[in-house]
């Protein structure tokens, strides 16, 4: 049986509902069943504001921990994007301040762009001498770098680096070899360096002194590294391929730095844009550099064939043994008593190159641009200068009044000590590298209480070190020569505040002949000439392997009245 309450209930129910219905307004239900739907439509997009809002609101608060907003996916890289458009090395240093001198920088999760930054002394000594075998250049640098310096000593780890600082720390040590720096050095200032500027003078026409003194120590580096010289400083200028390929070579290789691997190593694959350059290029320096080791193998050989050859205007003497590095290293074997490899012998010649062209010529330029603006500090070396050329006792010289045509002995150049403080004032705060890269062997922990896990990559930031309050003083950021006398003598900082030639078991072997280099070239310029920068000519660092200018610098040349330096003497 049906029961007839339930269906009483029903039709009631079903009658309330429509009279309940019929009872609204057509246009009120409209209102209504509007509401419902704007309410439903809203709600995800409140809920993805809200999720917005949060995820920035939480980036952000990352920078105070962190030293720079951290995001979701992309980490840090919005903000290294936004450092590069400016001066990436400030951006570095103001960070670093924040951070008390070192920071994690996290790139995004599909890169290898994560590594520890640092500028605090006792970290570098940690990872340059304490724990030197727990820090070598890594994976990642030498694959980033390898096309170009492939298993040269800047590249190289381990054994292969032991053996080559070995050989190459007998030789720079060696009389040979330093009297081959020092006559290359004397003759390519006075007879193309200063009648180059002469010739600038008489034109009255403004000269890049970056690219002249570019050219001054590319010349130089390749007499000392190749034994040949390959004429960049020459009136007029000319352009010469090995010198202009290895430029490219350099530049496109630093772009591999701030680079998510896959996509170079994509762009290598596809021989697009700078891996493109970069190919090109090696291919014109690999060139170069093989055709002088096939040249000086013939002439090992048969020492009589030796005589003009790679564009070098100075013929040899048969008799008289070569003492550049390229010659020293044909003249040994290998572990297994071999020769070396043509590439091998090519790979550390560019290595050498690299190192002694670049950081003498950089630290001049900014040497000659912080002169510019201190004149006061400019005075104070030609005082210097004259004095010591006014106490020749050399019989025939003249003890007293102005020289024309001077050249300064090696033990001049040695007692220039306010000389050295200057340019050593001018490497600290402007080091002809910026930054350099080291990577995590084993788990450790730094001095300052940093966590480093097994393959983490470690910067350390030698531009900022020199900014930086708790290593230099408030004064960190002036121009100070006097900060590196004692009682008129110039006294050197330990290596891990002062890293311009870095430090530990790779401190540069160069340092001695770079420092004896700079002096030679600075002084007989300012001994000539007063450098004047032009007019409102912008001065950045470039972003590069090392800090170049990256527009040059312009300068105009005056030549030094002789009343007005007869005062010094």
């Known amino acids: 049986m049906i029961n007839s309450d339930n269906i009483n209930v029903t039709n009631m129910t079903n009658t309330n509902i429509t009279t309940s219905s019929a009872s609204i307004p057509h246009h009120n239900l409209g209102t209504t069943r509007g509401q419902l739907f704007l309410f439903y439509e809203l709600e995800p997009l409140e809920v993805f504001l809200a ?57 995004p999760s599909f890169s290898n762009l994560n590594c520890v930054v640092t500028s605090d002394p006792r970290n570098l000594e940690h990872l340059l001498k304490t724990k030197f075998s727990n820090y070598p250049k890594g994976q990642y640098f030498r694959s980033n770098v ?10 190289a780890d381990d054994e292969t680096w032991q053996r080559q600082r070995k050989i190459a720390s007998i030789e720079f040590h060696s009389t040979k070899f330093r009297h081959l720096t020092t006559e290359s050095l004397l003759e390519l200032v006075h007879s193309r360096l200063l009648p180059v500027l002469e010739e ?158 670049d950081t003498s010529s950089v630290a001049l330029s900014w040497f000659f641009w912080l002169l510019d603006k ?3 500090v400019e005075e104070k070396i030609l005082q210097e200068v004259y004095r010591i050329i006014g106490e020749r006792k050399d019989e025939g010289e003249q003890k007293s009044g102005v ?11 040695k007692r220039m000590e306010y000389l050295q403080a200057a340019i050593s004032e001018a490497l600290r705060l402007y080091p002809s590298v910026p930054v350099d890269h080291k990577e995590v062997v084993e788990d450790d922990i730094f001095p300052d209480g940093t966590m480093l896990k097994k393959g983490t990559k470690v910067v350390y930031a030698i531009y900022a070190m020199g900014r930086m309050e708790s290593i230099w003083g408030k004064d960190c950021r002036e121009y100070k020569p006097e900060r590196w006398l004692r009682d008129g003598r110039f006294m050197s900082e330990s290596a891990y505040k002062f890293t311009a030639f870095n430090g530990g078991p790779r401190l540069c072997l160069g340092k001695d002949f770079a420092y004896y280099q700079m002096k030679f070239v600075a002084a007989a310029i300012l001994y000539c000439y007063h450098v004047k920068v032009v007019k409102d000519h912008p001065v950045v660092p470039k972003l590069a392997l090392t800090m170049y200018m990256k527009h040059g610098l312009k300068v105009n040349l005056i030549r030094r009245d002789e009343s007005e330096l007869e005062k010094y003497f």
């Open 51 to 107: 999720v917005v809002v949060f995820i920035i609101i939480h980036s952000l608060r990352q920078k105070k921990r962190q030293g720079l907003p951290l995001w979701p996916l992309v980490g840090m890289l919005p903000s290294l994007l936004v450092g590069m458009r400016h001066n990436l090395y400030e951006w570095v240093t103001d960070i670093l301040c924040r951070q008390n001198g070192t920071f994690h920088f996290k790139g």
């Open 374 to 376: 201190h004149p006061e």
């Open 200 to 357: 600038a003078l008489a034109k009255s026409t403004a000269i890049d002194l970056q690219d002249i003194l570019l050219r001054l120590t590319f010349d130089n580096i390749c007499m000392i590294a190749f034994g040949v010289d390959p004429g960049c400083l020459r009136p007029g200028l000319p352009e010469i391929p090995f010198a202009r390929a290895f430029e490219d070579a350099t530049e496109a290789t630093v772009l591999r730095f701030v680079t998510p691997t896959w996509i170079w190593k994509a762009m290598r694959f596809l021989n697009l844009g700078s891996e493109s350059r970069l190919k090109d290029s090696i291919k014109g320096v690999d060139q170069f550099a093989i055709e002088v080791i096939k040249t000086r193998k013939k002439e090992l050989e048969n020492p009589e064939s030796r005589g003009e050859t790679n564009n070098s205007k100075k013929s040899c003497d048969p008799k008289k043994e070569r003492s550049d590095l390229l010659s020293v290293f044909m003249r040994l074997k290998d572990d297994n008593g071999e020769a070396f490899s043509e590439k091998f012998l090519s790979d550390i010649c560019v290595n050498f190159i690299l190192a002694g062209r």
């Open 146 to 155: 390898h096309d170009l310096l492939g298993d040269g000593i800047f590249n």
């Open 403 to 413: 020289k024309k045509d001077v050249i300064f002995k090696a033990e001049e150049v």
